[in-house]
């Protein structure tokens, strides 16, 4: 089975630390300009490096990370087709969407002229949110089996939400009550030092400012509506079969430390 999906852009030409152009979507302001001021990881790179990374060609602009599995490794719970479509077609779009208004912003500072600013702002928080939720997304799912909760996460989490069962419940009520298109997040809250349960509507809105997301489960019906159709709590239950605990773990240890 061919993981590289054939719109994936060749090897990543360049890799920039993602902790800084995750907080900056979570703001809405993901832009090139201070995710470029992140440090690239070096040979030795340490795991929050090595986790939070985003694919970036020569020029600054953002790529699409290849599928870090096969198209059919999530069934039954999430269809091939489906994660077709929503990786090569719908994670793209948002990637070019934030490449556009990004490049339009730049031409419009070197004319000194603004027209249609508010709409390309929208592009950005739009787009720029989009792809850094995609991003978390499709690396927070392995096939089903593959990974469990290690101890030291099944402890934060008893930590910050009193159990992994009061977690998920939150979790999954979140993620089923959204309204319209959007999101759960698990996300790290920086200012407070801790772990929260967010949703959001379409990529961007009901934030918090700075979070960090480390778990994010896409509840746009492109996600689930092929093999769903409405039953979006039925996605939302098998989808917690394909969840990568190891990443989550590993992101979650990340986000901590800082
Ligand atoms: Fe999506």
Do not use: C
């Amino acid at each position: 089975m061919d993981t590289t999906p054939d719109s994936t852009p060749p090897a990543t030409l360049n890799r920039r630390a993602f902790v800084g152009a995750a907080g900056l979507a979570g703001l809405g302001l993901m832009g090139a300009s201070r995710a470029q001021a992140a440090p690239a990881p070096s040979s030795s790179s340490t795991a929050a490096s090595t986790l939070f990374t985003v694919p970036m060609n020569s020029d600054g602009e953002y790529e699409l990370p290849p599928l870090p599995y096969a198209y059919d490794a999530l069934e039954p719970s999430i269809d091939e087709e489906t994660m077709r479509l929503h990786h090569d077609i719908h994670f793209n779009g948002y990637k070019n969407g934030l490449n556009k208004a990004l490049a339009k912003l730049k031409d419009f500072r070197s004319g000194g002229d603004y027209p249609e600013i508010a709409y390309w702002e929208n592009q950005l928080a739009f787009n720029g949110a989009g792809y850094n939720l995609h991003v978390v997304f499709f690396e927070n799912m392995a096939p089903a089996g593959t990974t469990s909760p290690a101890s030291s996460l099944k402890k934060t989490l008893d930590e910050h939400f009193g159990g992994m069962d009061a977690f998920k419940g939150q979790f999954s009520a979140a993620a089923k009550t959204v309204q319209g298109s959007g999101w759960a997040i698990l996300g790290y809250q920086p200012f407070g030092g801790k772990l929260v349960v967010l949703q959001a509507e379409k990529h961007q809105n009901l934030t918090q400012w700075g979070v960090v997301p480390i778990l994010a489960l896409d509840v746009w019906e492109h996600a689930y509506y092929l093999k769903y159709q409405n039953r979006r709590g039925d996605y939302i239950d098998n989808w917690w079969k394909v969840v990568n605990w190891d990443n989550v773990a590993q992101r979650t240890e990340a986000a901590l430390k800082g």
